[in-house]
């Protein structure tokens, strides 16, 4: 379509629907897609991706280190933006699991993969999963926001295959939002199991994808689940949208 023809188009259906911006909610400008100028330019980005002990990778492999007799490779960890309480980019994450902004996850995944794959610790990736809603939540919010971005991740990423039927929430858990420590351990414990470990395949390095990494309670979760179908050779690293500073 010709440029101009498709800028007039975008600037009335501006005026018709006004689009905002994720983070602040701002009105955005013509050029703008999803965030403003300046909350692009103060993305908080994490840099875990380059970081092979990072807070969150450590903070995973600590959760990790007694599920399993043998020694297995360290798991990697990159979450794409750091969040806070108080902060507007809170309502990233936010904005794909409650607000049903699809496209905003579908752009934030792919971005989290482009970085992903320029990384030497997730570039040979081969399999990725997400982390499994209860059947009856996905049935009421008709997607799973960690499926969201897990395609977007497996899509950048050029080993890798995704499998949404692995893993399985075999029982529907109270949400985490309100928990500390310990009591979100309890409320995953068990949580999760696999359906199908012949679709493991002999893939070396899997990524369990969620939404957003608090204290890693769900993703140990999964990776206990995983790991006993896993032989010690199998690397097991985890990736989110959103981690907590
Ligand atoms: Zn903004």
Known sequence: MNLNLNTSLRAVADLAFPRCCVACGRDLLLHEKLLCTPCAADLPLTWYWQ???????????????DDAPSAFPFGHAAALLFYGA??????????????????????????????????????????VLP?????????????????????????????????????RRRRRTGTQTRLQGAARAENVSGAFRLRRPGRLGDCRHILIVDDVFTTG?????CHRALRVACGPGVRI?????ACVR
Request: charged letters at 20%; zero cysteines.
């Open 217 to 221: 309670a769900t993703l140990a979760a």
């Open 86 to 127: 108080a902060s507007p980019y809170r309502n990233i994450p936010q904005a794909l699991k409650y607000r049903r902004n699809l496209r905003a996850g579908r752009f934030f995944a792919a971005m989290l993969g482009r970085l992903l794959a320029a990384s030497p610790l997730f570039s040979d990736v081969d399999l």
């Open 131 to 167: 982390v499994p809603l209860h059947w009856s939540r996905r049935w009421w919010r008709g997607y799973n926001q960690a499926g969201v971005i897990a395609r977007g991740v497996a899509k950048a990423l050029p080993a890798a295959r995704l499998d949404t039927r692995i893993l």
């Open 51 to 65: 970081q092979r002990d990072n807070p969150m990778a450590l903070r995973f492999n600590e959760r990790i280190r």
């Open 237 to 241: 690293s985890v990736a989110t949208l």
